[in-house]
């Protein structure tokens, strides 16, 4: 009998480990993300972790494979990723369970093996904040330590008034290939505290540049002098009908003026245009500064997404 059959008889369930997921690997993945969605209201694993289920390897990340006996035979039930490409933070990991196959201890074993791999130093999402999530932390030993907002707002009633730019600065529309890094830069500046977004390069880029929901007329710049100061990159979720503050920065150096405030009545107008009823975004609770500001602009909070992580 092999190793992974003696595991399947003995726990029932098999869990492998790999640094690429083949096509359908990664299609199968999507499948559990999507029905576990349906079932939570929101997805468990991130557009980030979404992204990196394919186009081959990706430095630092693994993917942590569950498997169950189901009607037809061994299924994928589980699912976990572990991004260890920050190099301070410990690694971040995001998990999700086939709706039909919790209560069963795959959710703990799915834990426990992505505490394994990280070294047992490790940050886990919790997207929704749910009561099991909250559960299986506290049954592995994590405890919360950050809380990430999602705010929203109706568009329909939207009374921005147009937006007052800082002296000498224009916005334009980005441009795809030309403007790629220039943006990386300033992003990197405008969130050099913040890695998860500061560190994405070209690649991360052309990830999403390749999303349908892309769409440059909704990716504003901010220039003063032939230089790049802030942006404002809008999304549309279609089925949803909403619309995101996706990311917005504004370069150090240009911080205190008003950009900021400027560069998202720009995006709202822009968003508002398009016939969506309501926009959203994320940010983190102990940003008082930022959830003050959104908030004097009719931003309620909507719901939270929680993030534990070991004592180690």
Do not use: C
Not at 283 to 310: I, Q, W
């Amino acid at each position: 009998m092999t190793d992974a059959a003696q595991e399947m008889g003995r726990t029932g369930r098999r869990i492998q480990v790999v640094d690429e997921l083949a096509p359908e690997g990664a299609a199968a993945v999507v499948e559990l993300i999507e029905r576990a969605a349906r079932a939570d209201g929101q997805p468990a694993v991130s557009e980030q972790g979404r992204l990196q289920l394919r186009g081959g390897p990706r430095e630092g990340v693994r993917h942590v494979l569950v498997y169950a006996r189901g009607e037809a035979g061994e299924m994928l039930v589980g699912y976990g990723q572990l991004e260890d490409t920050d190099p301070v933070e410990a690694p971040a990991a995001e998990l999700v369970v086939h709706p039909g196959f919790r209560g069963r201890g795959h959710g703990r074993a799915l834990g426990a093996e992505l505490l394994e791999q990280s070294g047992r130093r490790v940050r886990v999402w919790a997207h929704g904040g749910h009561p099991a999530a909250r559960h299986l932390a506290q049954t592995l030993g994590l405890t919360m330590f950050r809380e990430l907002r999602q705010m929203r707002r109706s568009l329909t009633d939207l009374e921005l008034a147009e937006p007052e730019l800082p002296e000498g600065v224009s916005v334009r529309t980005f441009q795809p290939g030309t403007d790629d890094a220039a943006w990386l830069e300033v992003n990197a500046e405008a969130f050099a505290h913040h890695p998860e977004q500061g560190s994405l390069g070209q690649r991360d880029l052309d990830d999403r540049k390749g999303e349908a929901w892309f769409d440059p007329k909704g990716f504003f710049l901010a220039e003063k002098g032939g230089r790049l100061v802030g942006f404002h990159w809008t999304k549309v979720h279609a089925e949803e009908g909403l619309g995101e503050v996706y990311v917005l920065g504004v370069r150090p150096g240009a911080q205190g003026g008003g950009l900021g405030k400027a560069l998202t009545s720009v995006g709202l107008r822009h968003l508002a245009a398009q016939g969506l009823p309501t926009a959203m975004l994320y940010v983190d609770a102990d940003n008082a500064a930022a959830v003050s500001v959104y908030e004097r602009m009719g931003f309620v909070t909507h719901e939270t997404d929680l993030m534990y992580r070991s004592e180690t």
